[in-house]
T-cell receptor
């Protein structure tokens, strides 16, 4: 099992550009989550999904969009990148809401 | 919604001594309490968890205790080693929540 796979690992974007962060899991988990972590800080929830076709906002959704067309994939879309979106982005999945999360290795994004 | 407070924010411990990190939660319906360890530059990883029907759980040098009446839970690390240096996050979730609420993290430093 690969677990949770995120691509790319690193990316530099110019202000105003767009990109999609990819996340896929092979554990057949229904629950998937996107977090951002600024340097030296905690985890902030951007969006989450409890199953294919269902998504919901977390605490910091502005500037991002998600989709969940399959159980395996949960891509995060950044539109019109801004310097404030410079961060490390973690995708996670779990069997259900009260089971441990498995995190991907993260995407380090810099917006210049 | 759920609110999780974590203390202390930083903790330095002599190698071989014990370390204790405490978290309080607000929602009395919360029933799942995991702890994550994040080493520098790495992803968060689940190290231990406890459910509300259990008061204490141990796994080698780490243990978690839960006091439902006081709504707090703690992580205990005994015989600390240099590889225990990391940021530790507590979290909680319960009835009506589809996601974990994370604490703000504790940076643990083991002094050789």
């Amino acid at each position: 099992n690969a677990g949770v796979t995120q691509t790319p690992k690193f990316r530099i974007l110019k202000i105003g550009q767009s990109m999609t962060l990819q996340c896929t899991q092979d554990m057949n988990h229904n629950y998937m989550y996107w977090y951002r972590q600024d340097p030296g800080m905690g985890l902030k929830l951007i969006y989450y999904s409890v199953g294919a076709g269902i998504t919901d906002k977390g605490e910091v959704p502005n500037g991002y969009n998600v989709s969940r067309s399959t159980t395996e994939d949960f891509p995060l879309r950044l539109e019109l990148a801004a310097p404030s979106q410079t961060s490390v982005y973690f995708c996670a999945s779990s069997y259900s809401k009260d089971y441990g999360y498995t995190f991907g290795s993260g995407t380090r994004l810099t917006v210049v | 919604g759920e609110n999780v407070e974590q203390h202390p924010s930083t903790l330095s411990v002599q190698e071989g001594d014990s370390a204790v990190i405490k978290c309080t939660y607000s929602d009395s319906a919360s029933n799942y309490f995991p702890w994550y360890k994040q080493e520098l530059g790495k992803r968060p990883q689940l190290i231990i968890d406890i459910r509300s029907n259990v008061g204490e759980k141990k796994d080698q040098r780490i243990a978690v205790t839960l006091n439902k009446t006081a709504k707090h839970f703690s992580l205990h690390i005994t015989e600390t080693q240099p590889e225990d240096s990391a940021v530790y996050f507590c979290a909680a979730t319960g009835f009506g929540n589809e996601k974990l609420t994370f604490g703000t993290g504790t940076r643990l430093t083991i002094i050789p």
